[in-house]
């Protein structure tokens, strides 16, 4: 089993600045890669980003790129989103994920998630 924690979220006004945190801890050498997605008010679960966990491959949604980093720190067993330029449409709540064999923007595929993390975008 892994499990996951994020911290880091937050208020801030737009064109802001959040990072957030994801802490693996239990069998995290069976990760293969992580994953950040989000879930705004009244709409499902989207993909945000993912990095493969040993190797730093990453990707990101259209609507991000260019203004969220992922990134990790393996001795640490944590990742990392950096939001930059931050608008009120990035309003969600923020889930990491880990999964055992892809890096993929496919939610299916991830087997652990965290608790999530508020973050609140104002105009």
């Known amino acids: 089993q892994v499990q996951l924690g994020e911290s880091g979220g937050g208020f801030v006004q737009a064109g802001g600045s959040l990072r957030l945190s994801c802490t693996a801890s239990g069998r995290t050498f069976s990760i293969y890669a992580m994953g950040w997605f989000r879930q705004a008010p009244g709409k499902g679960r989207e993909f945000v980003a993912a990095i493969r966990w040993r190797g730093g491959s990453t990707y990101y949604a259209d609507s991000v790129q260019g203004r969220f980093t992922i990134s990790r720190d393996n001795a640490k067993n944590t990742v990392y989103l950096q939001m930059n330029s931050l608008k009120p449409e990035d309003t969600a709540v923020y889930y990491c994920?880990?999964?055992?064999?892809?890096?993929?923007?496919?939610?299916?595929?991830?087997?652990?998630w965290g608790q999530g993390t508020q973050v609140t975008v104002s105009s």
């Open positions: 994920a880990a999964d055992h064999s892809l890096v993929t923007p496919a939610q299916a595929r991830y087997d652990y």
